[in-house]
Nanobody, 127 residues
């Protein structure tokens, strides 16, 4: 069993930055795939960023490419989502998710492929 706990959300102004954290317990990030998703009010949950833990490059949605960066700290068993140049349309609850499987590239953005989810952290960007 894997437990994921997100933190780092908050209220910021347009153009500012936040760094979200996702700490895993119960199983180290030694393999599989992890992703960040978000859900804005009244909208479907959408993919933000993700990657296979051990190989391959990070995928980003077009809406965040160039502004968000996914990174990890193996010693802390934690992944991060650095969010720069935030916009009001980035306002959402952000979730991290993990699967023990090494997903193929075309599946990394599919939320149905992930087995474990965090509780979410709210990010609000004011204009």
């Amino acid at each position: 069993q894997v437990q994921l706990v997100e933190s780092g959300g908050g209220l910021v102004q347009t153009g500012q930055s936040l760094r979200l954290s996702c700490a895993a317990s119960g199983r180290p990030y030694s393999g599989g795939t992890m992703g960040w998703f978000r859900q804005a009010p009244g909208k479907e949950r959408e993919f933000v960023a993700g990657r296979r833990w051990q190989f391959g490059s990070t995928l980003y949605s077009d809406s965040v490419k160039g502004r968000f960066t996914l990174s990890r700290d193996n010693a802390k068993n934690t992944v991060y989502l650095q969010m720069n140049s935030l916009k009001p349309e980035d306002t959402a609850v952000y979730y991290c998710a993990v699967t023990t499987r090494n997903l193929i590239t075309s599946s990394i953005a599919l939320e149905g492929e992930y087995d474990y989810w965090g509780q979410g952290t709210q990010v609000t960007v004011s204009s």
